[in-house]
């Protein structure tokens, strides 16, 4: 083997010598991949997208867009947070208009409050009082 090539860092024969890997685009790539898995939980989901954003944007503005892993991480991250405020909203939309829902919500805030108007009245409250705003 020729000592050039050894103190350069070269490996024989003109092959590549594998790059190292920037643990901010590890992170984006995990985070990334915990926002795809956490997309039903909806919050975490979103929080684990926006880490995983802010890590490969701050690996690509160092690195360069060359750094495949953070690019991957950041794609996984935004879908990830977007199937998550997806599922979130659902959620909540269907929380707020199923009649089923509403009944135990209502039955949950009597016994909790002893209001004998119930969440209904609550719900009615607030709309009120955010349309005098």
Same mark, same amino acid.
């Given at each position: 083997?020729?000592?050039?090539?050894? @103190?350069?860092?070269?490996?024989?024969?003109?092959?590549? $010598?594998? %790059?190292?890997?920037?643990?901010?685009?590890?992170?984006?790539? $995990?985070?990334?991949?915990?926002?795809?898995?956490?997309?039903?939980?909806?919050?975490?989901?979103?929080?684990?997208?926006?880490?995983?954003?802010?890590?490969?944007?701050?690996?690509?503005?160092?690195?360069?867009?060359?750094?495949?892993?953070?690019?991957?991480?950041?794609?996984?991250?935004?879908?990830?947070?977007?199937?998550?405020?997806?599922?979130?909203?659902?959620? $909540?939309?269907?929380?707020?208009?199923?009649?089923?829902?509403? @009944? @135990?919500?209502?039955?949950?805030?009597? %016994?909790?409050?002893?209001?004998?108007?119930?969440?209904?009245?609550?719900? %009615?409250?607030?709309?009120?009082?955010?349309?005098?705003?």
């Amino acid at each position: 083997m020729d000592d050039r090539n050894h @103190q350069t860092g070269e490996a024989a024969f003109g092959s590549r $010598v594998p %790059q190292r890997t920037d643990a901010m685009a590890v992170a984006s790539l $995990v985070m990334g991949i915990a926002a795809l898995l956490l997309v039903c939980t909806g919050v975490f989901a979103v929080s684990a997208g926006a880490l995983g954003l802010i890590f490969g944007i701050l690996c690509t503005r160092r690195r360069g867009p060359a750094s495949q892993p953070a690019v991957i991480g950041i794609w996984l991250s935004a879908l990830g947070m977007f199937l998550g405020t997806a599922a979130l909203v659902y959620s $909540v939309y269907t929380i707020l208009t199923d009649p089923t829902i509403l @009944q @135990q919500m209502d039955e949950v805030y009597r %016994q909790l409050y002893g209001n004998e108007a119930g969440f209904d009245a609550y719900l %009615q409250l607030m709309q009120d009082g955010a349309s005098t705003l």
